[in-house]
């Protein structure tokens, strides 16, 4: 974090809240929300929830984005690969 002191234009997350308990990372992800604000921001995350305020998703597969968009329009794709992930996650499928 102390790289925030030097207030960067690009900021590079790479699973910055995979290790906390649901509570504190809803607790963290609010900071960051208001840190990433007027910034360029690239987040690496498998716990999706982390993206959902992102302008826009790249979802990779094997090294390629599979799919790009905004989370409303990627979550629209019933047979997308975000949308699975994200069902998936929430415990929508097995």
């Known amino acids: 974090m102390l790289s925030l002191l030097q207030n960067p234009k690009i900021l590079l997350l790479d699973e910055a ?8 990372e809803h607790l963290v992800q609010e900071a960051l929300d208001r840190l990433m604000e007027g910034r360029t921001v690239l987040v690496i995350a498998h716990r ?8 826009v998703v790249a ?3 094997q090294g390629r984005i599979a799919e790009y968009g905004r989370h409303e329009d990627l979550l629209a794709n019933p047979g997308g690969m975000y949308r699975k ?3 998936k996650q929430s415990g929508l499928s097995p």
């Open 48 to 55: 999706l929830s982390t993206i959902r305020n992102a302008d």
């Open 85 to 87: 992930l994200m069902d």
């Open 17 to 24: 809240t995979s290790a906390l308990d649901a509570e504190n």
């Open 59 to 61: 979802v990779l597969d």
